[in-house]
C-alpha cells in the first residue's frame, strides 16, 4: 500500500497536502479546490481505479479556523486497495460536488449539508435529506445542544404534529452502576434473602 501511496503523491504534486499511512489505512490530505481533479484521477487511473465511492462525511473542529474536515472513502474493486481523501473548509466556504465523478455522492453530500452545514456548490438538488422541513440548525456540529431547540410530537387532539420548546420533566439521576461483586457496604436489593 506505501508503493499505491508514493504512486497517488507523486502524480498529484501540489494538490496533496500531506499522505500518510497508519495501520494500512492509507490517507491523503487535499486542498479543497482540487477535489474533482483529484476523484477523477483516483477514478481513472488503470493501476489505481477507485472506481467505488463508500462514503463522504463530515467531521467538526469547531477550534479550528477551518472548522470542517471533508473525508471521501474510496474503494478499488479490481486491486483490493481503499484511501481516505481529506479536505477541509469553514462554515461559509463550499466544497465543489463530486457527482459528476461519482453519481453516489448525491445523497452523502446532502447528508453532510444536513448534518454539519458543509456546502457543495455545483449540486444539483442540495436541500435537507435526514431532519424535518423547518429543522434549524445542524444537529452534529459540536455546538448543537443534546437535547436540541424544539419538541416534536403527535398531538391526538389536534390530528397532527406539534412543535414545542424542549421540556426536561426528568430531574437529572445518578446512577449506582457498582456491581454487587465489588463488595457494597449496603445491602442491595434481593440480598437480604441470602442470609436466611
Excluded at 398531538?155 to 420533566?169: F, I, M, Q, S, T
Amino acid at each position: 500500500m506505501q508503493d499505491v501511496l508514493n504512486h497517488i503523491t507523486a502524480e498529484l504534486g501540489e494538490a496533496v497536502i500531506s499522505s500518510n499511512l497508519d495501520n494500512a489505512e492509507a490517507t491523503i490530505e487535499i486542498r479543497r479546490r482540487d477535489i474533482v481533479d483529484v476523484l477523477t484521477f483516483l477514478r481513472d487511473e488503470p493501476s489505481l481505479k477507485f472506481t467505488t465511492l463508500i462514503d463522504i462525511c463530515g467531521v467538526d473542529y469547531p477550534a479550528r479556523e477551518r472548522r470542517f474536515d471533508v473525508v471521501y472513502h474510496l474503494l478499488s474493486m479490481p486491486h483490493n486497495h481503499r484511501v481516505r481523501v481529506k479536505l477541509s473548509t469553514d462554515a461559509d466556504t463550499p466544497v465543489h460536488s463530486v457527482i459528476a465523478v461519482y453519481p453516489a455522492a448525491d445523497w452523502y453530500e446532502r447528508e453532510a449539508f444536513d448534518m454539519y452545514g458543509i456546502a457543495f456548490d455545483q449540486h444539483p438538488d442540495l436541500r435537507r435529506i435526514l431532519t424535518d422541513y423547518g429543522f434549524e440548525g445542524h444537529p452534529l456540529r459540536k455546538d448543537f445542544p443534546l437535547s436540541g431547540f424544539v419538541e416534536v410530537r403527535y398531538d391526538e387532539a389536534r390530528k397532527g404534529v406539534v412543535y414545542e420548546p424542549v421540556n426536561l420533566p426528568q430531574e437529572y439521576r445518578s446512577f449506582d452502576f457498582m456491581s454487587p461483586w465489588e463488595g457494597a457496604k449496603y445491602v442491595l436489593p434481593g440480598d437480604e434473602k441470602v442470609g436466611e
